[in-house]
């Protein structure tokens, strides 16, 4: 192969390592935010040790990179909000009447399977669950995309269905909230979920 050739050639895909280990300024604003509220005081010195903290760790430790392609819907982002505090109160007075009275509970740790494949909903969905009194989030699994969830009481008949009908409904709420259309048409219909990046077909060069 000439060197012309050579020159003008494709360059593959970019190491995940490489690509993971670049400058990610709103990593680094975050991290220096907790870092400041750690401290509980607002100096030139937390501001700027919080900032070397997070340069340190982003570049340290670097996390894989989440793909976002959806789009915020207003009113579906409102339902999920709303929804949501509705599961809080009711479950904090579940929680309530159950540290109140006789009965022992009895715990159990399940696997949900969810439907999509993306680390942003599965992160999100995992928060929602988790803030929810009674039922705490021991494990994800990213491979697989399953939530491991520490249920409080599950004496009732069918409250094992009932628990993942509900991280179910949540991620549901979650992928119509700030999903792709292909994305909720996906967890509609059950069907393949959407990939992020298309098939290449490898070319043949000649010398």
Known sequence: MSEA???????????????????????????ALAWVLLWDRVTWGNVVNGLLVGLFVTYAFPLPSIEYSG???????????????????????????????????????IGVQLRSRS??????????????????????????S???????DVERPGTIERQRAHVLAVERRVVRALGSREEIAALDTDGPWPSRTAPTTPTEERP
């Open 146 to 152: 399953v939530l491991y969830l520490h249920l409080l």
């Open 71 to 109: 789009r915020l819907r207003p009113h579906r982002v409102a339902l999920l909000i709303g929804q949501f505090l509705v599961d809080l109160v009711g479950a904090s007075w579940q929680v309530m009447r159950l540290a109140f009275g006789r009965r022992r509970p009895r715990n159990a740790v």
């Open 119 to 144: 680390d942003f909903y599965l992160t999100l969905t995992a928060e929602l669950v988790a803030l929810v009194p009674g039922s705490v989030v021991v494990d994800a699994r990213r491979s697989t």
């Open 5 to 31: 050739r050579l020159a003008t050639a494709p360059r593959g895909p970019e190491s995940p390592r490489r690509r993971r280990r670049e400058f990610q300024p709103r990593a680094i604003v975050t991290i």
